[in-house]
């Protein structure tokens, strides 16, 4: 739950029509056929680098660690439509334009499958070992720790830790138990560090289960895996509770994942980004102020603390902070907007100006910065710039009242128009560079 932010789609797109690899670690380079999209994690190979494609389908394959993969390992990709009256792709490209009569009949998948079936995407597993000339088809996932005989042909997917094999591929056995599988999906040795891989190797490179249980028991490195990743189940059942809006729940189980795992920094900021939000400032403050511990000199969190600071009226861990953030980056815009916000609320109208005047330059049509500039400027009796900054909120929203009303004032007043404040060279709107 990361303040919260949508996933989004990372499938890389074909340029000029070759395929796309994305390695992590991987040191041999992959040769793949147009059509594909590879993505292959750490420490996994396939024999001859390469995998055919011979239909051209477009097709994402993602391979996890660790995995044993033999040489001429094929994708199968298009599926002709077995439930028409006629099996020819008519509906094709290359085809619609010598048959008129396709005109006007929509593709069944997209353009790109043409009149093809979409299987969907090729997901291999982690610690997967595939045999020679194995063929998979499009659609298909293997879990982690299985294995596929040589030349076999797999149109189904393959649970974890089962051996497959035959044209088409059918399950021989699983690997180990029900309660061993379980197990190793819970260990997810394929994610430790190489340092956690190398001390228990001689226990990978073997069978006994118990052993290896009771070495991971006795390892503090190990736990402390094993602990963030029980944080992190709960920090994804705040997230499904966030976005079915029960905050109470999300909030209750970022802190069941806290208490597993104290510094687990994600889940301090996000708890401290949900009691904000909920304005529950004081708990939020506490929040910030843990995750400063665990990440100290962050910027982000840095900002968030202070503002968490200003709404509980800590005006000395505010300043504190607000001078940490600047001294960071001084132009920093979350930071300069609680700076305008504060000096706003405390009357510093000619302080709260300058700041202004800076994320103007950048922002020329933000309508609660031209606002609050207008506002500050009036204040300082500066009415010709202040009339321009609500005109100018005007422009980026016709309908905005409190311009309006701010306008009407000024032309109502009897005043000289003429600036009864000596601006220094900084605060003027032309050295500010905001006149358009």
């Given amino acids: 739950m990361q303040n919260p932010t949508p996933t989004s789609d990372c499938t890389p797109p074909r340029l000029n029509g070759h395929a796309q690899v994305q390695m ?42 660790f995995c044993s993969i033999a040489t001429e390992l094929t994708v199968i990709g298009y599926d002709h439509h077995s439930d028409w009256i006629t099996t020819f792709p008519f509906l094709d490209d290359a085809n619609r334009a010598k048959w008129p009569g396709t005109e006007g009949i929509p593709y069944p998948d997209g353009p790109e499958h043409g009149s093809n079936k979409n299987r969907g995407d090729i997901r291999i597993g982690n610690d997967v070992w595939i045999g020679y000339d194995v063929k998979l088809f499009k659609g298909v996932t293997l879990g982690d720790g299985a294995v596929v005989g040589a030349c076999s042909l797999v149109n189904k997917s393959v649970e974890p830790y089962t051996i497959v094999a035959g044209i088409p591929a059918r399950p021989i056995r699983k690997r180990f138990s029900d309660q061993e599988i379980a197990f190793l999906q819970t260990i997810r040795w394929w994610d430790w560090p190489a340092e956690l891989i190398n001390r228990h190797m001689s226990l990978l490179c073997g069978h006994d289960f118990a052993q290896l249980e009771q070495s991971l028991e006795a ?16 920090l ?28 687990a920094l994600s889940m301090v900021v996000c708890l ?24 100290p000199g962050d910027l982000d969190i840095i900002v968030r603390l202070s503002n968490a600071a200003l709404r509980c009226g800590d005006a000395g861990l505010f300043e504190q902070t607000l001078k940490q953030a600047l001294k960071l980056e001084p132009r ?34 933000d309508l609660l910065l031209l606002l609050q500039l207008g506002k500050c400027l009036r204040e300082v009796k500066d009415l010709d710039s202040a009339r321009w900054c609500y005109e100018r909120a005007l422009t980026v929203d016709p309908a905005c009242s409190i311009a309006c009303e701010a306008l009407q004032r000024l032309n109502n007043q009897h005043l000289c128009l003429t600036s009864q404040f000596t601006q220094p060279e900084a605060f003027s709107l032309e050295a500010a560079e905001i006149r358009l």
């Fill in 272 to 295: 401290g980004n949900l009691q904000f939000q909920l304005g529950a400032y004081a708990d939020a403050l506490q929040s910030f102020k843990h995750a400063a511990q665990v990440k």
């Fill in 219 to 234: 390892d503090s490195d190990y736990q402390k895996i094993r602990n963030k990743a029980r944080a992190e189940q709960y």
């Fill in 24 to 65: 992590s670690q991987t040191p041999s380079i992959i040769s793949v056929d147009n059509g594909l999209t590879l993505e292959i994690g750490e420490h996994s190979y396939i024999h001859d680098h390469k995998i055919r494609n011979p239909s051209g389908a477009r097709t994402r394959v993602t391979i996890g660690k």
């Fill in 236 to 263: 994804c059942l705040a997230d499904t509770a966030y976005a079915n809006n029960d905050f109470a729940a999300a909030c209750n189980a970022l802190k069941q994942g806290l208490a597993i795992c104290p510094d």
């Fill in 332 to 365: 920093n815009p979350d930071a300069l907007r609680l700076a305008i916000n504060h000096d706003i609320e405390a009357g510093r109208f000619a302080e709260a100006a300058q700041p202004c005047c800076l994320l103007i330059a950048s922002n020329p049509n």
